[in-house]
């Protein structure tokens, strides 16, 4: 759960296309659509070798512990040898959170889970590819309803 403490810092700055709506993202872990007036942050620390690979994806005005936001981690080194819906369940156990639920966002099956974590409702997914753990949360105020982070979900691709 570094959710918390990876909102307070990270600037960062990604290869985005610009379009209508949005923009194009792409690295050498993911590529999505990133709504006007958000940007993904800690691309910088990645590159830089980071061991916990993480990214949020948030409003570029907004941040503040209450700003939606998609966190993304990366982990495993090609050779995590969990499984997505142990990984949920384990957290859902560890976290009282909601039972493991399997869902799909642009093609990438996920297992979930919704807690709560120091009074902040969270939503955790886990996938696997290449032998690495996916781990993509949302958090912030209404993050269930929010079309930005809709948008985010519809369009992500893992490499």
């Not at 942050?41 to 005005?61: A, D, H, S, T, V």
């Not at 090609?78 to 493991?100: C, F, H, L, R, V």
């Not at 799909?104 to 290449?130: D, L, P, R």
Request: aromatic content about 10%.
């Amino acid at each position: 759960v570094l959710v918390m403490g990876v909102a307070a810092g990270c600037g960062g700055d990604g290869n985005a296309a610009s379009g209508s709506s949005g923009s194009k993202y792409e690295n050498f872990l993911f590529s999505a659509n990133i709504p006007s007036g958000w940007k993904v942050f800690g691309e910088k620390e990645l590159e830089k070798g980071r061991i916990w690979n993480m990214l949020r994806i948030q409003p570029e005005k907004d941040m503040s512990m209450t700003a939606p936001t998609v966190h993304l981690k990366f982990e495993g080194n090609k050779n995590w040898a969990g499984t997505p819906k142990g990984a949920i369940e384990q957290m859902a156990k560890d976290y009282n959170g909601s039972p493991a639920e399997k869902v799909v966002h642009n093609g990438t099956e996920f297992f979930q889970t919704t807690y709560e974590y120091s009074g902040i409702k969270q939503t955790m997914m886990v996938s696997a590819k290449n032998g690495n753990k996916i781990t993509v949360t949302l958090v912030g105020k209404d993050y269930g309803k929010n079309p930005a982070i809709k948008e985010i979900l519809k369009t992500i691709s893992f490499k």
